[in-house]
């Protein structure tokens, strides 16, 4: 019953000025039997403030019935601070109809309230159908007008479910064709959810089948992007030994390619991370091609400066320059220059060892002649000594030891 007045008072809810509520928890009190066996036709309302100044401004509702059994139901209220009384007159249909076809007009109405609040919009359709069609036979004009506005409401209700779908199913379309595989599954769970909500069992196992196809879409993209990272970051290790190793050629040709598989893979944030990589990788190929210039101006200046101290035959200065032509070659990683300034270097030390070896003879020899210079002035003191003391003997022998030291030294 509760249903039948709540449907009347949404019919009629701009009539009311105000406790509107109130009003109808009133009628449900007072007049329930009158709203379970009569039809609304209509409620007005009727200004009825001249009358406060001899009823008095009530606070309590108070109602009474016409001659024709209709009611009226008398509301006093504050309006922008004004005292306002407002009759309301509620007329009911005064044809008489058989009560059991009009229970089921109500039930039929009531239960299709049910129905809308669940979504239940097809089933919804379909009573109200049946109800309508009793409300024509029986010729009911106030059923008949109440029954096909509810339905319009439902069929609105429903077109306004069906937008969301339509729109729902145009972003999926827009998300599997950009890949977006996330959201094309958020797209097909509110599509479910929907569908399930408004019973289209028909898009429900329609995309349940998509969401499946989805999944196994995701799966797919998962290994490949796996595929993809893992690929990425083998590039990458390749792409930092090379840098490590100076080798920037090399690692500028990697880092293009690891931007280029990025981009095909449509991974912005690598793209995005090795563009500046290849950036910095330029700028310390430039940095290291001065470099290279500077070491090679270094090196051609070494070699000449060897050429000279080699002519000059100052061997250590010559070799100690050699030393540092090998380091500069190192640094330029270039094979043959490390083993021409390696093969000039042995050639030095060979010189300088043969050199050592020449002084050693020179100062041996002097050495030798020191010692022969000394026992020469010890034998011919001795010889003057005995010469002096008339030991001719003792002298003559000692002068034959000069003699035969002399004669082995020049041996």
Not at 338 to 365: D, T
Request: charged fraction near 40%.
């Amino acid at each position: 019953m509760a249903q039948q007045i709540n449907r009347v008072f949404i019919k009629f809810k701009e009539v009311f000025a105000g406790r509107q509520e109130e009003i109808r928890n009133y009628i449900e009190k007072h007049f329930e039997m009158d709203f379970k066996e009569r039809i609304v036709e209509k409620i007005e309302k009727i200004d009825a403030t001249d009358k406060i100044k001899t009823t008095g401004f009530r606070d309590n509702l108070s109602s009474w019935k016409d001659s024709d059994k209709n009611i009226i139901i008398s509301n006093c209220l504050l309006v922008d601070g004004k005292q306002k009384r407002y009759d309301y007159k509620i007329t009911f249909v005064k044809e008489k109809f058989h009560s059991e076809d009009i229970e089921k007009i109500k039930t039929a109405m009531d239960e299709v309230d049910r129905l809308r609040e669940k979504l239940k919009l097809k089933i919804a359709v379909v009573k109200l159908d049946s109800a309508t069609k009793l409300a024509n036979e029986m010729n009911i004009p106030k059923y008949m007008t109440e029954l096909t506005k509810i339905k319009e409401e439902i069929i609105a209700l429903e077109k306004d479910y069906n937008k969301k779908l339509d729109d729902l199913v145009e972003s999926l379309g827009d998300h599997r064709e950009n890949n977006d595989i996330e959201a094309a599954l958020s797209d097909c769970d509110m599509i479910f959810s929907i569908s399930d909500t408004i019973d289209r069992t028909d898009l429900m196992e329609k995309y349940t089948q998509i969401t499946e196809r989805i999944m196994n879409e995701m799966i797919a993209d998962k290994d490949k992007r796996q595929q993809a990272s893992e690929k990425i970051l083998m590039l990458e290790n390749q792409m930092n030994r090379y840098r490590q190793e100076q080798n920037l050629d090399d690692a500028i040709r990697t880092c293009k390619d690891i931007i280029q598989f990025a981009k095909t893979n449509e991974k912005i944030d690598i793209t995005e991370k090795f563009i500046l990589i290849l950036k910095q990788l330029e700028n310390e190929e430039i940095a290291l091609k001065a470099k290279r210039k500077e070491l090679k101006k270094q090196l051609k200046e070494l070699d000449e400066q060897i050429q000279i101290l080699l002519s000059r035959n100052q061997l250590n200065e010559a070799l100690n320059n050699c030393e540092k032509c090998v380091d500069i070659s190192t640094a330029l990683k270039n094979d043959d220059l490390i083993k021409k300034y390696n093969f000039i270097s042995e050639r030095i030390k060979s010189r300088i060892a043969n050199a050592e070896e020449e002084s050693s003879k020179k100062i041996a020899e002097l050495e030798d002649l020191e010692k022969l210079k000394k026992n020469i002035e010890e034998l011919n003191k001795e010889g003057l000594d005995a010469l002096k003391n008339n030991k001719l003997a003792d002298s003559l022998k000692k002068y034959k030891e000069i003699k035969e030291l002399i004669i082995n030294y020049i041996e």
